[in-house]
């Protein structure tokens, strides 16, 4: 048996070498072509670099820009709760979650994912100035009065 072994390596062994050479060739070409590109990508970022213009602005935001500007800015993501917890006895590890995402106003939403041994379940629930009409779970409300609190 071993007799035979050797036989089939002694036979196919100049094309095993073969193969990793075409193979060795081939990345070698790839890794040539790439560096060319990277090269050309630098000459590029420094020419953008050199040829910046350098504008120096003194631009006053009266009050009005200012409220569109806060207003904006209230209804972007700014308040993070999360709470890990086991959602179930046989599962450890807390690799349950309750991720809440608020604005300015506390409207957004809190997305649940609960793991369990077998499959995971991922649950959605719209939130409005703090408040869901759906009914939330302990851990969801944890992760909402964190996010409110400014709490991470």
Request: overall charge positive; aromatic content about 8%; cysteine-free.
């Amino acid at each position: 048996m071993l007799n035979m072994a050797e036989q089939l390596i002694n036979q196919y062994f100049i094309y095993v070498i073969l193969g990793q050479s075409l193979l060795t060739l081939i990345f070698l070409i790839m890794i040539l072509a790439l560096s060319k590109r990277v090269r050309n990508l630098r000459r590029a970022m420094s020419a953008l670099v050199k040829n910046k213009p350098q504008h120096k602005t003194n631009t006053k935001i009266d009050d009005k820009q200012w409220e569109i500007l806060d207003d904006r800015f209230s209804h972007a993501l700014q308040r993070v709760g999360i709470i890990r917890y086991s959602a179930f006895n046989d599962v450890g590890g807390d690799l349950s979650f309750s991720l809440a995402l608020l604005d300015g106003h506390g409207d957004g939403l809190v997305l649940s994912s609960l793991h369990g041994r077998d499959e995971a379940r991922s649950f959605v629930k719209p939130i409005k100035s703090g408040g869901s009409h759906y009914q939330l779970s302990p851990e969801e409300t944890q992760a909402v009065e964190k996010a409110l609190k400014g709490i991470s």
